[in-house]
């Protein structure tokens, strides 16, 4: 094995030991970058290595800096951030909770199939794994306990449908993987929709279909109202404006009329208005919005900042070559090597979160998907048709293993929020028809490429 | 993740003062977001409603995000926001954890941090003596401002570091007595 690639693979084991340290990964990132660069000048100059690595070439670190500031697909960002920020703080989620709980009260599993709406309708908000999991807990589990639910039932719903939010646009996981593989943001929110209506729609299926079959874990409330006209009314006057602010935002993308970046800033505004309708808008609300927002946009980008220093001294170690070389000399097949890519993904995540994730290993792991030459339909109109799909299997493998215990984010999220009395076991018993599910969904994905593809090429005919 | 306790931290006069200021510099700072808002819908009005397009607007947008993202990160160090992968930290002895903190300082953060802050010194020269303006020629001009900006913010994120290394430095020691 040549010296480089010992580097290659000291880099990524060194980072993968000093990330358990506790210490913060942008940092390690960053710091394991500027490590090897001097490694690599010493291996030059003593052991007649040409990784061309010394001081100066470090310097390309500040170019790949300003490049990130000067970029107009990531000025979305932090408008969905605050978007989704302003969203929870302006009540919205409390009242679809509120009238829908009344609207499903008669139907057997109704409660957990109004979480799962929620977090289908909320997956604008943030999209950090662990902000919608803990929204979802905090504002259900209670509820669901009271009422009866099995507790592993509840649990499941909750993470099952809090990781939702990285894959249902408009989700910021998809804006990030759009600019790290240069791919357009619209191809890949609405390539987006049907694999997460799928996968939503699974939930909704198994909660009914598990309720019916064992009505003692899903109970119907007692003393709950008969339908009236009444509280459809209010159920659609609760569901209307978020429905509607998203399908502003989606729509105007879809449609062409907005860039991306444009959409965000007028659903930022919009989730202010909703706040200011709600009577929930004051100053000290606008300040804790911008505050988190300021807070979140940063440790993100952090990651962003570490992981160009790393990706570009591994690049010159000759990282990008050995990984593609590697996996494409593996004796599978393409679809057996795009099994084991997903793997890969799928056991990273459960140590990182989708960020690093993205923005190390997807640049690196793209161009080999794009020389498997998988036949995917793009009808012409779509460039990258095949990048496309894969990114939705990427975002889909995410999900379940933030969900797959022992060590899925989710599952802790939600432990750090659970009513007295639900143990951690029952959140592991609760996510495994989950995770069921979602291999599921993978499966009709990988399967049916179309699924993906032929919805924004319908858009932008 | 950020689940990490936060660990009280002892009072050290040049570690409260880095970070009041760093706070302080923030609380200014984070408007950049609803400015950028108005500035958008800004060029969404003009754009659609009067068929109008501004390089000028649509540059000041890549930079206030820009200001934002970057004044950001010391502000993440200081409320110590960013993430962590705590899976086994969370069993270490408190005392365990501040020497890895010391040791992620000075090891990882503040050589990174002081190879980005060199180079983009020249970097920022290099647009300054060009008098490096937008490439359209509508846009805005100072490009080496927004530049700078990058130097300014990882000197600040260097005092937030030091500001943590102190503060550990001190426990630990206070903790050894």
Redesign the interface.
């Known amino acids: 094995m040549e010296l480089n690639e010992i580097l290659v693979i000291a880099m990524f084991v060194t980072f993968a030991v000093f990330l358990f340290t506790g210490f913060p990964v942008a940092w390690v990132l960053g710091g394991v970058g500027v490590l090897f660069a001097g490694i690599g000048y010493f291996t030059d100059m003593y052991f007649d290595t040409f990784t061309g690595l010394d001081f100066l070439t470090l310097g390309l670190v500040v170019n790949r800096i300003y490049k990130i500031m000067d970029n107009w697909v990531l000025v979305a960002l932090p408008m969905f951030i605050f978007m989704g920020l302003m969203l929870d703080r302006a009540g919205i989620a409390e009242r679809l909770m509120h009238s829908m709980q009344e609207l499903f009260g008669a139907v057997r599993g109704g409660l957990a199939v109004t979480v799962t709406l929620i977090g289908i309708i909320l997956a604008a908000s943030t999209g950090i794994i662990g902000a919608s999991v803990v929204l979802l807990g905090v504002l259900s589990l209670p509820a669901m306990v009271k009422q009866g639910y099995s507790k592993s039932l509840a649990c499941g719903t909750v993470c099952g449908a809090g990781c939702l939010g990285i894959l249902i646009p408009p989700s910021i996981m998809l804006v990030i993987m759009a600019d790290q593989l240069a791919l357009s943001v619209g191809d890949l929110f609405m390539g987006a929709v049907f694999p997460g209506m799928i996968l939503g729609g699974l939930y909704v299926a198994y909660i009914l279909g598990f309720a019916y079959f064992s009505p003692g874990s899903a109970p119907l409330a007692e003393g709950r109202r008969p339908i009236s006209s009444k509280v459809i009314i209010e159920v659609l006057k609760s569901i209307l404006p978020p429905a509607s602010l998203i399908l502003v935002v989606l729509g105007s993308i879809f449609a062409g009329i907005t860039t991306p970046t444009e959409a965000s800033g007028v659903g930022a505004l919009g989730a202010t208005l909703l706040a200011a309708l709600n009577g929930k808008l004051n100053l000290t609300v606008i300040k804790e919005v911008l505050k988190g927002t300021y807070n979140t946009t940063a440790y993100i980008f952090a990651i962003f900042l570490g992981a160009t220093c790393f990706a570009l001294v591994l690049r010159e170690l000759g990282g990008d070559e050995l990984i593609e070389s590697a996996l494409t000399s593996l004796p599978f097949g393409q679809y057996g090597i795009l099994f084991v890519i997903l793997a890969v993904v799928f056991l990273l995540g459960f140590l990182l979160d989708w960020i690093e994730i993205t923005l190390i290993m997807l640049p690196l792991l793209a161009p080999v998907v794009a020389a498997l030459g998988f036949d995917v339909e793009g009808y012409g109109v779509i460039d990258e048709p095949a990048l496309i799909w894969f990114v939705m299997l990427v975002a889909v493998a995410l999900q379940t293993s933030f969900l797959t215990p022992p060590v899925g984010f989710a599952l802790f999220y939600l432990k750090g929020v659970v009513p007295a009395g639900v143990s951690l076991m029952d959140i592991y018993k609760g996510v495994i028809p989950f995770i069921i599910l979602q291999l599921i969904g993978l499966g009709i994905v990988i399967a049916n490429p179309e699924l993906v593809t032929w919805l924004p090429s319908v858009a932008y005919k | 993740?950020?689940?990490?306790a936060k660990r009280s931290q002892p009072r050290v006069p040049l570690c409260d003062a880095i970070d009041s200021l760093i706070l302080r510099i923030?609380?200014v700072?984070?408007?950049v977001?609803?400015l950028?808002?108005a500035?958008?819908?800004l060029?969404?009005t003009l754009r659609?409603g009067f068929g109008s397009g501004h390089p000028m607007i649509?540059e000041l947008?890549?930079h206030l995000?820009?200001v934002?993202?970057?004044f950001?990160?010391s502000?993440?160090q200081t409320?110590d926001?960013?993430?962590?992968?705590?899976?086994?930290?969370?069993r270490?002895s408190e005392n365990a954890?501040r020497r890895?903190?010391i040791?992620?300082?000075l090891?990882?953060?503040l050589?990174?941090l002081w190879?980005?802050f060199?180079?983009?010194l020249?970097?920022v020269a290099d647009s300054w003596r060009t008098n490096e303006r937008s490439d359209a020629p509508l846009g805005l001009p100072w490009r080496w401002a927004?530049?700078a900006?990058?130097p300014v913010s990882f000197a600040l994120l260097a005092a937030a570091a030091v500001s943590r290394l102190i503060r550990d430095v001190v426990a630990l020691s206070r903790g050894a007595r």
């Open positions: 993740m950020e689940t990490l923030g609380q700072v984070m408007w977001n609803l950028l808002v500035i958008i819908i060029q969404v659609y649509e947008q890549w995000y820009a934002g993202v970057m950001g990160l502000y993440a409320t926001s960013h993430v962590r992968v705590d899976v086994l930290a969370m270490l954890v890895w903190e040791f992620g300082i090891v990882f953060l050589p990174f190879v980005v060199y180079h983009s020249d970097f927004i530049k900006v990058i």
